[in-house]
Nanobody, 129 residues
Framework: QVHLVESGGGLVQAGDSLRLSCLFS????????MGWFRQAPGKEREFVAA????????EYADSVKGRFTVSRDNAKNTVNLQMNSLKPEDTAVYYC??????????????????????WGQGTQVTVSS
């Protein structure tokens, strides 16, 4: 059973940076495309960023392009989300998710939550103005 554990959330001021990390529990990490989603109070969960199995393919939500960077280290079973120039509207619980790529592809990513097979418990990010 795959487990995902996020870390790195916290309370910061607008303009600050945070780096979220997600640890994947199994040796099959390199077979999964990885994604980050977030959910603000009273809102639906939304896509933030995603990364293919090799790291070659990436997708970002328009709201975070140019500020957030997703990366992975297949040797350490981790995926990271570097968040710069944070805004109050970035406040949310951030979730890491894993999407098993059945047909090998170095570039496949999905922005749809229904594509993802496993989810972490989330980490809170709060950005004050």
């Amino acid at each position: 059973q795959v487990h995902l554990v996020e870390s790195g959330g916290g309370l910061v001021q607008a303009g600050d940076s945070l780096r979220l990390s997600c640890l994947f529990s199994e040796r099959t990490f390199s077979s999964y495309a990885m994604g980050w989603f977030r959910q603000a109070p009273g809102k639906e969960r939304e896509f933030v960023a995603a990364l293919s199995t090799t790291g070659v393919g990436t997708e970002y939500a328009d709201s975070v392009k140019g500020r957030f960077t997703v990366s992975r280290d297949n040797a350490k079973n981790t995926v990271n989300l570097q968040m710069n120039s944070l805004k109050p509207e970035d406040t949310a619980v951030y979730y890491c998710a894993a999407d098993l790529v059945v047909v090998p592809s170095g570039t496949y990513v999905s922005t749809k939550s229904r594509s993802y097979d496993y989810w972490g418990q989330g980490t809170q990010v709060t950005v004050s103005s």
